[in-house]
């Protein structure tokens, strides 16, 4: 891309002006000389569903739709469905039974920056997304104008299309951050990237007075179970093709991610539009009216036909698995008898349900019609009701875990957009006031050995340029001290870049979450403390790849004291409870340094091979000088109908001076199973260990009985001292639900201790 004079001008110039007003205008006036087209369509709506912010990769529901769209202009969209596909694998393939909206590729008169689903109208609702290329927006938003690129079409003609950068003038969910590119002659986009400013918390979006009447009926103890409920649009990217010399959208994706407390759930909206036909006549010119004070975006409530909702087993994810199509349990039902009951439905859903049982019986084939709002244009839907011939077809991709198609821009292009909305794309100043802050996800509540009971509140403020400051005072009651610390993260939806200072306990175990709230349940109630602490005082800076940290950097100063055991009480044992047993004896100093981290999933298919990775490397000066380093694969592989087997294999080694806190520790639910952290133990800790984790499971994945035997060592080095006795060995029984998303154990140290434990865990490997 070459430089280019306008690049990085305000909208405030003279220059900017007329591109920003061929752009207001192109999107209040379809001047599409488009008269008909042709088009297949693939949908696909994704959604995850984890516990824990570093869990694997999990697809807990999908749906895939394909179809095939016939538009003519004055006489409306003919929408037939070629396939249809969708299932939960966590639960044996059962249908997702949503409701996702399809949208045609053109419809005149709706917005460019999501295809076939929005009117570009102002006579909006206040609360809506405000639209960046409304007449008004000016007092929401800066504008400045980045490369320019040209293409040329052979035949002459050549193509200028410009970047146009949006800012929004104050933190808030309802602006964007976003790069357009639009067609330089008439103001057309081509291409678009953005994202949400800010996050949508509940609070923000329905208020304080509505929030609190949803929690109103609960105890007040209960709601910090609940909190925080949050959502973010990460990423919407929409490109358009020229077709006859018309831009016509062919791809459209958006990427959310949502929080209930302590569920976690990314989300993904697909589009794909290919067309066979387009004809292009005289401009007919579809305006739409630009009043009012504050243009914003809504999305069109959906009617019936738009969202498709498909059930009986053939659906399933599983399309070898064999299936009955729905239709034919009416074979029953007479057709006459159906014909007496349309006209005596009482709802209107109930008319449409009987409409389409009789249509399935005598055609095979249901049909509906519906008008969109503000639309003249009618639009008839053909749905096929053998759903089980839809889940095999040939139009959808392999199976429910098949990635889509790329779609003709370059991979090093999409990357190139993504960037234009990372990091340094942020909102100018924070418009929001603070909020207190006191959830049991975050942590707000923990229970350990070294602090006894701890609470907590955090007060968050958006400080402006996309920074977030989060202020947090703390108090165990176990050693009676107060810590806290300050955090500044910076998102964009793809990385987030975290500064802290912090004066408080720290958890220097590699696996597991010790500080979490679910550790500490275990805790209180049994004993099962596995975590290994230290006093932490000092600076680290952090990036990390979004929503889930795949890859992380951090670089520290930091330091370190050791914390004595305060409390070995429990609610299993009473106090003097052997299973909370000693804490490291930490050498105290300080250290800077740097660690990475990066993990992957290879595999969603839980009736397929999976593989999950995990490296880590850490380097440190100070007191000491250290380099540690850790590495953990695990594989899970069908072995015979219903049999599962997986195996997880971890190791790891240290080169100079590491400090007792910075050794490696084996014990506890995440590594040799039936066995307590016990630092200091021959066997239990050192400056290098591995360790093997290997299980049978049958069952299906919403419900696996496993039998598991595990074994490690941790010492002074990677192979035991001592003979075969040395070694850590642990075995047992269990259960998994929704594949593993839910565990509970029952296991036996077999050597060097015999004692037995019950673990209930949360997003597990396997």
């Known amino acids: ?91 044996d393939g059962l249908p997702l039974n949503l409701e996702v909206t399809t949208f045609l590729p053109f419809i005149p008169g709706t917005d460019v920056l999501w295809a076939g689903g929005v009117l570009a109208t102002a006579d909006l609702p206040p609360d809506a997304l405000v639209h960046p290329f409304s007449a008004n927006a000016d007092t929401s938003y800066r504008f400045t104008v980045g490369d320019g690129v040209t293409f040329s079409l052979g035949n002459g003609r050549d193509i200028r299309v410009r970047e146009l950068r949006v800012t929004p003038r104050r933190t808030d969910w309802r602006l964007v951050v976003g790069s357009f590119w639009v067609d330089e002659a008439n103001g057309q986009l081509v291409r678009a990237a953005y994202r949400l400013s800010a996050p949508m918390t509940a609070r923000a979006v329905l208020g304080d007075s509505v929030y609190r009447e949803i929690f109103a009926d609960l105890p007040r103890w209960l709601v910090p179970f609940f909190e925080p409920v949050r959502a973010s649009l990460d990423l919407l990217e929409v490109e358009y093709g020229l077709y006859e010399g018309i831009w016509l959208p062919r791809r459209q994706s958006a990427t959310w991610f949502a929080q209930l407390s302590a569920f976690r759930m990314p989300l993904m909206h697909e589009e794909r539009f290919t067309y066979d036909r387009v004809d292009v006549g005289v401009n007919v010119g579809v305006t739409a009216s630009a009043t009012g004070d504050q243009d914003t975006l809504a999305v069109l409530p959906a009617p019936a036909w738009m969202g498709v909702r498909l059930g009986g087993r053939g659906t399933g994810y599983d399309t070898e698995r064999p299936g009955t199509a729905a239709w034919r349990a009416l074979d029953s039902l007479s057709a006459d008898s159906l014909r007496a009951r349309v006209p005596r439905a009482t709802t209107w859903s109930d008319s449409t349900r009987l409409r389409h049982r009789l249509s399935c019986l005598e ?191 951090r670089v520290f100063v930091e330091r370190q004291a050791s914390m004595p055991v305060v409390t070995q009480w429990t609610l299993d044992g009473g106090s003097g409870d052997r299973r909370m047993g000693p804490n490291v004896d930490a050498q105290p100093g300080t250290w800077t340094g740097a660690v990475f981290g990066d993990r992957r999933t290879f595999g969603l298919d839980p009736a397929a091979w999976r593989v999950f990775t995990d490296l880590r490397v850490e380097v440190a000066s100070g007191t000491s ?126 050597a060097p201790v015999e004692r037995t434990r019950i673990d209930v865990s949360m997003d597990v490997r396997f």
């Open 625 to 750: 000088t250290y380099g540690r380093w850790l590495g953990e694969g695990t594989v899970v592989s069908p072995a015979w109908q219903r049999l599962n087997v997986s195996a997880t294999w971890a190791l790891g080694g240290s080169a100079g001076a590491p400090p007792p806190q910075r050794h490696f520790f084996l014990g506890g639910l995440q590594t040799v199973r039936g066995h307590f952290v016990s630092p200091g133990s021959p066997g239990y800790s050192g400056a290098a260990f591995w360790f093997g984790r290997h299980e049978l499971a049958y069952g299906r994945p919403s419900a696996r009985v496993t039998l598991f035997y595990d074994v490690g060592w941790a010492g002074v080095q990677l192979r035991p001292i001592g003979g075969r006795n040395a070694l850590l060995r642990g075995g047992g029984v269990g259960m998994t639900l929704l594949d593993g998303l839910i565990r509970v154990d029952w296991a036996r140290g077999l």
């Open 363 to 553: 055609t095979g084939r249901a049909f509906d019609r519906a008008m969109l709002p503000g639309v003249s244009e009618r639009i008839v839907l053909e749905v096929p009701c053998d759903y089980g011939a839809l889940a095999r077809s040939p139009t959808l991709p392999a199976t429910l875990f098949s990635p889509m198609d790329s779609l003709l821009s370059s991979a090093a292009w999409r990357r190139e957009l993504r960037a234009r909305v990372g990091l340094s794309q942020q909102p100018m100043v924070a418009s929001r006031r603070g909020t207190i802050e006191f959830s049991l996800a975050d942590g707000a509540l923990r229970y350990n050995r070294v602090e006894g009971v701890s609470g907590g509140v955090a007060y968050l403020q958006p400080i402006g340029r996309g920074w977030t400051a989060r202020q947090e005072l703390r108090y165990g009651i176990g050693n009676a001290r107060f810590q806290g610390g300050t955090t500044w993260t910076r998102m964009s939806g793809q990385y987030a870049l975290i500064a802290r200072v912090h004066d408080g306990t720290a958890a220097t175990s590699d696996f597991g979450q010790p500080l979490s709230f679910g550790a500490s349940t275990a805790a209180l109630a049994q004993g099962h403390d596995d975590g290994v602490y230290v006093r932490a005082s000092g600076l680290d800076v952090t990036w990390q790849s979004e929503p889930r940290g795949a890859t992380r950097g």
């Open 1 to 91: 891309m070459a430089p280019d004079p306008l690049a990085a001008q305000s909208a405030d110039t003279p220059a900017i002006a007329p591109l920003l007003a061929r752009v207001r205008t192109a999107r209040l006036r379809n001047d599409s000389a488009v008269r008909a087209y042709d088009a297949a369509v693939l949908s696909r709506f994704s959604m995850g569903l984890g516990f824990r912010a570093t869990g694997r990769e999990r697809l807990f529901g999908r749906v895939d739709h394909a179809y095939r769209v016939t538009w003519r202009r004055g006489a409306g969209a003919r929408v037939t469905i070629t396939g249809a596909r969708e299932g939960m694998p966590a639960l």
